[in-house]
């Protein structure tokens, strides 16, 4: 047993309740009562350093609260199964009613090593044409799909980026099971991961065709949306708050994941707010890194009154303009990645001055 020991204090004060947080040594430490007996870990856990004590207990195992790690909380061996996982823990003792806890560690962390997410592979632009990556935002039955004009303008697009010798991917979130952001970032900064802590905790998580597309492959991302009630379509939203964490790389590990990559936007309504749409799809590309080539969309509306549908769809079925439209975004996109790649790569660092993580030292 160690020999030097620190006085928690009372012993009954101290089971309730039933988890409190401690500095040991300088060290977080999380107290527990349970089922009638104290235990004493880290508070620190193992896998991007969650506080185990703000979680639930599930039986007598803590359960981080940013991604649900578990740890016995006494042992601080992890769940049945990832024993050898194991934060460290402190012995306790009670002596004359009051709770002693003993000054260093009884037991080591140990950190089972984890195979990483392909997506977690280096970012490095391999030779090759440019390559643009499509993504069709609309939302309909799969069984039986509708006509979409935002999405045949988008395959038009890519159609044409291909006959000039671009590589070209169509990506329908619509045939892509993936969970809505659970607000990882919401619970800690650091608690939003790269790559999606959902995508991490869940193989069946289909979003990660999209961040591979967007991360590792294209040099251009082109966007397809209709407008919903002068919005963009909700898997696009749905979509995009599963961007943030790449947007949080920026702000978290001065790490920008989108270089020199180009964002054009197509934007399809049969009622108006063209330019709000727009501009929020710009806003938000923008904060992730993206470039835009001049003129970055196209889009289409009838207006307010136009509620034929339709009618809206032979309009866009007939208008050539509209097609050219798609077909010259393309061109602009690709030409401005060409010019990109060509040219030399951004330096590792890029300024974002009053963008960054909460320093509370005012840093």
Known sequence: MPEDWIDLGSADALKSPARRMLDVGGQPVVLSFVNGRF????????????PLGEGELDGEYLTCPWHYWKFHFATGEGEPGFEADKVPSYALKEESGNLFISAKPATRRNKVPHDPHPLVRPIKREPGPVRVAGISTTVMTPRHPRYSGSETLLQHALDHAAAAGAQTRLIKLNELKFKACEGFYSKAAHACTWPCSITQMDPKDEL???????????????????IRWGSASSLYYKMIERMNCIQNQVTIADRVLLRNKVAGFIIIGGQDNVQGVAGQMLTFFSEVGCVFPQFPFIAH???WTAEDMEENVLALKRSKGLRDGAAELAERAVAL????LAGAGSSDHIGRGGRKAYDPAGH
Do not use: K
């Not at 990645?337 to 990109?340: G, I, P, R, T, V």
């Open 39 to 50: 235990g004493a870990v880290s508070n620190v856990c193992n896998h991007v350093g969650g």
């Open 208 to 226: 990660d065709r999209v961040y591979d597309a967007f991360v590792h492959w294209a040099d251009v991302i082109l966007l397809a949306t209709p």
């Open 301 to 303: 509306s009838r207006g």
């Open 337 to 340: 990645a060409s010019a990109l």
